[in-house]
């Protein structure tokens, strides 16, 4: 018993481990991490990025008649260092990939991307030199609404789907808060992932590489 | 037809080409190496007045003999006439023209368009620097027909450079020497007009 003890306090993790197993065992029984999630969840500023016809969506989505302060979306930030959650609606070109790279950079921790939009998505219909296919391969994105422009109904029910994967997270896994900074190539995805997200598809594989 | 192109042949005699006449719009070919002469003529002479360049484009056609045109619109504010007047260059010479910044300062950033978009390049410019793609951009003119609708580089190579540029490099010299004058730079940037730096330059060499 003496002998366990003391082994026990000598080694360097022992009062990590036990702090750990506390706070779990606080978190269980007293539901702060639901308490914490149902917090996040129904209070969420949006940071808008709103650079096509998707932001005339977002702004009747944010209007009296859809209004999203119904859902704890009252304030919007726009400065990215107060912003909670990022609506890139809109297409977005390769000029604006490092300026929406530097936004989610700024947003301070936790923080989410919703993806409005069959251009932010996937790069929609404009397939050609200047856009990004689909803005997955700048920044993470936690919710990708479908839509040319999605209906303010749509952008709401992204919403909610972006609730009830918060309220899904856990307080005690550190991996879902981590930044994810560009690699030394100074790309988010391997190159042969991003070559495969932004290969053409519907009518667009119609159209050829070279003149 | 517009009754300009027979008072500029009497002046200007071969430097006004072929006219054509089309959907009621009168388009004069005019020699490149004589271009700001005739400008200069339809701006100044009182008769003629074509005191408003409302916009400078290219055309590159399909038919690969089919020399690039340069295309100048000109409005007369006080006739309500419009002239349009067209350069023509042989795609696989040097595109290269007279800039005519100094007739018209509004034609500045729509020459850096034509430069960006086309290659062609204007003489004298002040600040020839391209205007909707970054100045960085590697890949080339995407305009022309020998462009690829894709770009020339692969998707990921794209992303990468994208992510890599300067967001803020946007700015000419002139423009960063504006804002430290108004003591509103930042260092990084106070550091660039230091160094008259604009980047790497891919069509510099």
Known sequence: MGKHAVSGVTSPNWLTTRFEELVKWVLSVSGANKAVNWSRANSLWPMPFGTACCAIEFMATAASRFDFARFGMERQAFSPRQADVLICAGRLPFKLAPVIRRIYDQMPQPKWVISMGACASTGGIFDNYAMVQGIDTIVPVDVYVPGCPPRPEGLLYGVLLLHKKIKGESLLDPSVREEQPLDERGLRLPPETIDEISEPFGNSVHQFRSA | ?205
Request: proline residues 5%; aromatic residues 8%; glycine residues 6%.
């Open chain 2, 1 to 205: 037809m517009n009754p300009s192109v027979e008072a500029g042949r009497a002046t200007l005699g071969s430097a006004i080409g072929r006219v054509v006449e089309s959907c009621g719009d009168t388009i004069v070919y005019v020699a490149a190496e004589r271009l700001r002469d005739v400008l200069t003529w339809l701006r100044d002479t009182p008769g003629e007045a074509y005191d408003y360049l409302v916009d400078i484009t290219a055309v590159e056609y399909r038919d690969r003999e089919r020399p690039l045109e340069v295309v100048y619109t000109l409005r007369s504010l006080g006739r309500g006439a419009e002239l349009r007047v067209k350069v023509e260059l042989d795609p696989r010479g040097a595109l290269t023209l007279d800039s005519v910044v100094p007739l018209w300062q509004g034609a500045n950033w729509l020459e850096r368009e034509v430069y960006d978009m086309f290659g062609v390049s204007f003489r004298e410019h002040p600040d020839l620097r391209r205007i909707l793609m970054w100045e960085t951009y590697a890949e080339g003119y995407p305009l022309r027909k020998d462009f690829p609708l894709r770009g020339r580089f692969s998707r990921a190579e794209q992303v990468r450079q994208a992510l890599t540029a300067n967001p803020e490099a946007h700015y000419s010299i002139d423009e960063l020497s504006i804002a430290a004058a108004a003591a509103a730079l930042p260092a990084d940037m106070a550091e660039r007009l230091r160094r008259g730096e604009r980047g790497t330059l891919p069509h510099s060499e």
